[in-house]
């Protein structure tokens, strides 16, 4: 027995009324309430789907705990899960339905309809499963009563898994090209989380907050940490800066597991009485680097940055009590296989600019579905090359730089479009903005500033430019400015940029 399952399972039998789960919209739900769904759902996949090992069932679900049913209960009989963001289009869910050849889907009654149509499109999916009371289409089954028809002795029943198997697929945002790709992982991935007790210290006693959607890997990392340790995971159904703070008020979380995007919105709002007490002993905030002394002053708790993603896991975090270097995303995981490679595949030297990458067998990464052009790309030599720029320093602290596609090439000079965003970031005018290559016959590519503004009153060019020049060096400059009205993210918070380019 392999995967969440049997990670879970132990905390259940040793104390099944701890609280497992806290959500904002349906309150509690304790450890042996959370096993038993999940083989209640487990036995409904075995016996009345006929789902087997390696089939694969797509949750459809937004933030809720019939969706931890299904993850879990999947990984119990061996089946994979396929994660959907639940604000994707009929052709994103079909795109991915039918890349991943889900023989089952579960969604919410709101989108049964949807559902329904593409099975009748997909002949790989059989089975629509609809969660909620406002009533069940014809030709799908309703979740709560295939659960509620499981036996009471379903544990029991339930086939032995091999000890490894594929048990989740991940699909990435698509921020480069603008097409998903597939990660595989297998179960003793799925259940084999970082040391969470070196970077924090978790105890069963902690309740760990997250607000991203369940589909995304922050939000599993959370979640797997928070049940993996016999503690608490709390969540919002959807994150809410309004609703947020009433909410860590109420359940008093002492972890916050986030992006950096989400606190930069809590940041900008006005300080609400209630996040002056709160009882966060450390943030973990990805993506946060040069601002985490900023969140740390405005929130009162340590910040913890780290570095990684959903093909490799985890590479670097900051320790709490080192010293903080600016814009340093910490020093590697004990474990971490992770390093910045020459493109002749040497080690760089510190303070040398590489490609980051992650030795195979230390990440146990499969390869891409069905992507033979991907899997070329980024498999080298027993490497998974990520696309992104970095270097360590001297002490072993990580920077990292750009993406290998945001670079811009300026007259034969690589230019961080991260460097260039946060000098543009500062002025008072600026809320949000994007850097992107714009093709150039003189200098191979110019630098293309998207703006959304923080007022009425609209940034010029030159205003912009003036006002980095102290930051930047006169190459690193932006040479043209468009103003958006915000700009295309995912539901992670990365900006698509292949939606900035196409607009030139």
């Known amino acids: 027995m392999s995967g969440i399952y049997a990670l879970i399972r132990p905390h259940a039998d040793a104390a099944p ?30 016996h009345r789907l006929g789902l087997d090992v390696g089939d694969r069932v797509c949750i459809w679900l937004p933030n809720r705990f019939d969706w931890f049913d299904a993850y879990i209960g999947a990984s119990a009989v061996g089946v994979a899960t396929v994660q959907a963001n639940p604000a994707w289009s009929d052709k994103e869910m ?72 594929v048990a989740g697929l991940m699909y990435t945002s698509g921020t480069t090209t603008g097409r ?47 049940l993996g340790y016999g503690a608490s995971a709390v969540f919002q159904r959807k994150f809410s800066a309004t609703n947020f703070w009433s909410v860590v008020d109420r359940y008093r979380p002492s972890v916050l597991f986030t992006l950096a995007p989400i606190v930069n919105i809590l940041m900008g709002r006005t300080a609400s009485v209630m996040e002056h007490t709160n009882r966060f002993r450390v943030m ?23 570095y990684g993603m959903t093909e490799a896991g985890s590479g670097t975090y900051t320790r709490l009590g080192d010293e903080r270097r600016p814009g340093s995303a910490g020093r590697r995981f004990p474990d971490s296989t992770m390093r910045v490679r020459r493109a002749d595949g040497s080690e760089a030297a510190p303070g040398e600019v590489g490609e980051v990458g992650f030795r195979l067998e230390g990440i146990q990464f499969g390869g891409y579905i069905d992507d033979d052009e991907a899997n070329e790309a980024a498999v080298r030599d027993g490497w998974f090359l990520t696309g992104d720029l970095g270097y360590f320093d001297p002490d072993g602290y990580f920077f990292f730089v750009d993406r290998k596609k945001d670079i811009v090439r300026r007259g ?32 191979g590519e110019r630098i293309v500033a998207f703006v959304v503004c923080a007022a009425a009153e609209e940034p010029t060019l030159e205003m912009l430019r003036s006002f980095a020049e102290a930051d930047l060096a006169h190459y690193k400059l932006p040479d043209a400015l468009m103003i958006v009205a915000e700009l295309p993210r995912t539901a992670s918070g990365k900006v698509e940029k292949f939606r900035l380019r196409s607009q030139l």
């Open 17 to 46: 009324d701890r609280i497992a789960l806290i959500s904002d919209s349906e309150g509690a739900r304790s450890y042996g309430a959370v096993v038993a769904g999940a083989e209640r759902f487990g036995h409904a996949a075995q």
């Open 94 to 165: 079909r795109f991915v339905l039918q890349h991943s050849r889900s023989r089952a889907l579960v969604c919410e009654a709101t989108h049964a309809e949807r559902a329904s149509r593409l099975a009748d499109e997909l002949p790989d999916l059989e089975h629509v499963l609809v969660v909620g009371d406002e009533g069940v289409p014809a030709g799908t089954h309703s979740f709560e009563a295939l659960l509620a028809a499981a036996p009471a002795d379903a544990r029991h029943r339930l086939r032995e898994t091999p000890d490894l198997f």
């Open 180 to 226: 998903p790709k597939a990660v595989a992982h297998n179960s003793d991935v799925q259940g084999r989380q970082v040391d969470y007790v070196e970077m924090f210290g978790v105890e069963p006693t902690d309740r760990i907050m997250f607000v991203t959607p369940l589909f995304h890997a922050n939000a599993m990392g959370a979640w797997q940490c928070a």
């Open 284 to 306: 973990i905030v990805l993506g946060s680097g040069p601002n985490a002394p900023a969140i740390e002053q405005r929130f009162g708790a340590p910040v913890i940055d780290w």
């Open 412 to 443: 034969g000079v690589n230019i961080s479009s991260i460097e260039v965003e946060t000098a543009l970031r500062a002025h008072e005018l600026v809320a949000d903005v994007a850097i992107v290559a714009m093709p150039d016959d003189m200098l």
